[in-house]
């Protein structure tokens, strides 16, 4: 499902017109970037969780180079699915 | 950012609180509306669908394989069904955005790869002027087994003189020279050999002496007393060689004497007591490297392979000194070494006497003053054994003249450095300086190096000249090759897009207005029914069985005579198509008034209104004010259906779709 399909849906769904829902979306997007940038973990129920997680640094070995990198620490963003929507996906058949 | 005691888990409330604060939206909708969001993609996942949202990421349900774990407290496996995972794939934006703080940070390559070094003992000692730091420079590996490969090819073009003289001298140096694992196992058999013979012949002495005796220092002593020059020395050295290698020669065939056996022993414990990590010295080397005994406990530093042939020579130097000990000891009869130098000198005349014919003279004279060379070096020698004793000295002098014919370079040698001999000292590479032979060789080599030079200058010129006429001529002709080549390039480009496009288009529409122009015809005689009319019905089917016939062979043979055939042919209904085709078209006259829609086409209604999908670009002549581009038609836009000629929009008319395809081509451009 692409974006404007997703857009299309809740429209129908909400019964109002797409312009305001792709208004809406791109506030949604922001808030969530904004706090997770911050470094906050935002949690939607029923539906899981984002959240920052900080990847250490490390040192990787190349055996076909014979090269050893040593690989910079970085921040990536993390989702963990609820439990309820893991048994829903889960539950199909 | 990442201050972790600042992080807080935001609730949905929190953030329908925020999302209300950023917007103008009421709260209730803003709820809503995430709810609805979290709805939608969890019934996206649910049916197995990703959803993207856009500046946030790909939401995806994905599958994981069923595992085994082995539980190591039950000792059993247990199987973990698959099941499906939410995974999430956040965008570049996103990803970009939370990892600013350690975006200017970027891999860096360490340069600290796990050297291993393989070669231990004997290779490495080999290679390096350096062991230790072998290991640390991994880059000085290259060059070091590029210097390796030198050595050896070194080696081998050096090996060929003295082998050659010494081909059956002795069998030692030679299995020192081409494997060093023989060596091993010889020495090892040596050395038992030796032992039986010392024990059996009370040798002990000598080789107590051999050990005893510091090789380098009694050659130092020798400087300091008689001022003999390391030149000098170096010729003790190479004659030592010979002189054991004989000895050796003489007592491995002949195995008569107690006292050769004690010498060949004694030979063998000084290999004996070679580490093994003693190179094959090449023979080139072996001169070289006897200058440098008086660095002899300071040559780990130096190149291995200097250090070995020094080793080698001293011990062999020893050895001779050991000799003169034992001969005096055990009192030599005299003609056996005597018989061996002859066979040996013969040997040696034979070989030398080829090279250098003009030199044999001069060997007699420098003999003598070798037999003086050679009694100051056996005095040298005595010294150092510890032995004075002239009858012996007698002996040896006897022996050494002959042994002198094997280094006749090195006689020469000797009697040039002599007169340097105080100057040389320190010079160690004096080594290098060319004796007469040398020289007179040199200039041989010379002439013949300049004879060349000269034949390679003269196929040089030839060669430039021949290249500076080819080149004019290129010039030359070049332009008219250059016009041949365009033209045909042209010609087979031309061949080629007659054959593919035009040709084919061509027998379509020929073959369609001889069908229409028949058609015409007919009509016209039957509406004039006149004597004319038959008269050119007759000049049709002439025209008519002409033209198949031209089609024919354009078909079968697409060359220039039939094209010009069919275009003659054709000239003839030109007239025809351009009466149906070339008129302006004026789309006065409408059929239908239709507003477009969506899933509406051109092509559609072409079909609907002149049979066939190909006709739209007639529809689109007609309104080209209102349709800026024909793939895309506004929806609500007025379109006019044009009538149309029907031989024009003709379905079954080959010509009038391959006038339309031309047109539509013209249009989608």
Not at chain 2, 174 to 184: F, G, Q
Not at chain 2, 355 to 363: H, T
Not at chain 2, 408 to 420: A, Q
Request: hydrophobic fraction near 35%; include cysteine; charge should be negative.
């Amino acid at each position: 499902m692409s974006h404007k399909e997703l857009i299309d849906n809740i429209s129908l769904k909400m019964n109002i017109p797409k312009s305001e829902v792709m208004e809406m979306m791109a506030l949604f997007t922001n808030v969530v970037k904004e706090r997770l940038s911050v470094g906050d973990k935002i949690d939607f129920p029923n539906f899981g969780t984002l959240q920052v997680l900080k990847k250490e640094e490390k040192i990787i070995y190349d055996e076909i180079t014979k090269t050893k990198t040593l690989v910079p620490p970085r921040l990536v963003v993390d989702y963990q699915e609820s439990n309820i929507l893991k048994q829903k996906i889960n539950a199909k058949p | 950012m990442n201050g972790n005691e600042n992080n807080m888990t935001i609730s949905i409330d929190d953030f329908v609180g925020l999302l209300v604060k950023k917007s103008n939206v009421s709260e209730q909708l803003v709820e809503e509306f995430v709810k609805v969001l979290l709805a939608t993609i969890e019934d996206a996942l649910i049916v197995g669908d990703t959803v993207k949202v856009k500046g946030l990421g790909e939401f995806e349900s994905q599958w994981n394989e069923s595992k085994e774990i082995f539980d190591p407290q039950t000792q059993q496996f247990t199987t973990i069904s698959g099941d499906y995972n939410v995974m999430f794939r956040p965008a570049e934006s996103l990803r970009a955005l939370i990892n600013e703080p350690f975006a200017h940070l970027e891999p860096i390559i360490l340069n600290v790869p796990n050297f291993k070094p393989t070669k231990i003992g004997l290779s490495s000692d080999k290679d390096t002027h350096s062991g230790g730091k072998k290991d640390a420079n991994e880059p000085l590996k290259v060059f070091q087994d590029q210097a390796k490969e030198i050595k050896d090819l070194l080696y081998e073009i050096g090996s060929m003189k003295p082998i050659a003289g010494q081909q059956n001298t002795s069998s030692e140096a030679k299995s020192d020279i081409s494997n060093p694992v023989k060596n091993e196992n010889d020495k090892s058999s040596d050395i038992s050999v030796t032992k039986v013979d010392v024990e059996q012949k009370a040798t002990t002495i000598t080789r107590t002496d051999v050990v005893n005796e510091p090789t380098e220092t009694s050659i130092s002593e020798e400087k300091n007393q008689i001022k003999l020059d390391k030149l000098p020395q170096q010729n003790i050295s190479v004659r030592m060689d010979l002189v054991g290698t004989v000895v050796d020669d003489k007592e491995i065939t002949a195995s008569e004497d107690d006292m050769s056996f004690d010498d060949f022993d004694v030979v063998c414990d000084f290999s004996k007591k070679e580490p093994l990590q003693n190179d094959i010295p090449s023979p080139l080397f072996t001169t070289i490297e006897t200058n440098r005994t008086d660095g002899l406990p300071e040559n780990d530093t130096l190149p291995t392979s200097t250090s070995v042939s020094l080793t080698v020579d001293v011990e062999k130097t020893l050895a001779e000194s050991t000799l003169s000990t034992i001969k005096e000891s055990d009192s030599i009869v005299e003609e056996e070494p005597m018989e061996t130098n002859d066979v040996a000198t013969n040997e040696v005349h034979t070989l030398y006497g080829t090279e250098d014919d003009c030199q044999q003279e001069e060997k007699n004279e420098e003999e003598i003053s070798i037999l003086e060379d050679v009694e100051e070096e056996i005095d040298l020698v005595a010294e150092n054994t510890g032995v004075s004793s002239s009858d012996n000295f007698l002996e040896i002098t006897e022996e050494l003249p002959p042994q002198k014919k094997y280094t006749d370079e090195g006689v020469v040698y000797t009697i040039d450095t002599e007169d340097d001999l105080e100057a040389s000292i320190d010079d160690d590479d004096m080594i290098e300086t060319n004796p007469i032979d040398e020289q007179n060789d040199i200039e041989e080599k010379e002439n013949e190096a300049a004879e060349e030079n000269r034949k390679n200058r003269f196929w040089l010129y030839y060669i430039i000249g021949a290249s500076v006429i080819f080149g004019i001529l290129v010039f030359l002709f070049s332009p008219k090759l250059l016009q041949q080549m365009n033209n045909k390039k042209k010609a087979t480009k031309f061949d080629y897009i007659a054959d593919s496009v035009s040709e084919a288009l061509k027998i379509q529409q020929i073959k369609d207005s001889i069908y229409e122009l028949k058609l015409e015809e007919e009509k016209e005689e039957n509406q004039k029914m006149g004597s004319d009319t038959l008269i050119e019905n007759e000049r049709m089917d002439t025209t008519d069985t002409l033209v198949p016939a031209a089609l024919r062979e354009f078909d079968s043979t697409s060359s220039s005579t039939s094209k010009e055939q069919i275009s003659t042919t054709s000239k003839n209904e030109s007239t025809a198509e351009t009466n149906i085709f070339s008129v302006p078209r004026t789309y006065d006259e409408v059929v239908d008034v239709i507003t477009f829609n969506r899933g509406m086409n051109m092509s559609v209604l072409a079909r609907k209104y002149y049979g066939h999908t190909d006709f739209w670009v007639y529809i689109y002549e007609a309104n080209r004010l209102a349709i800026k581009d024909p793939n895309n038609i506004p929806v609500g836009t007025k379109l006019k259906i044009p009538k149309m000629d029907k031989r024009i929009v003709d379905p079954n008319s080959k010509l009038s779709i391959a006038y339309a395809l031309e047109l539509k081509k013209k249009y989608l451009r």
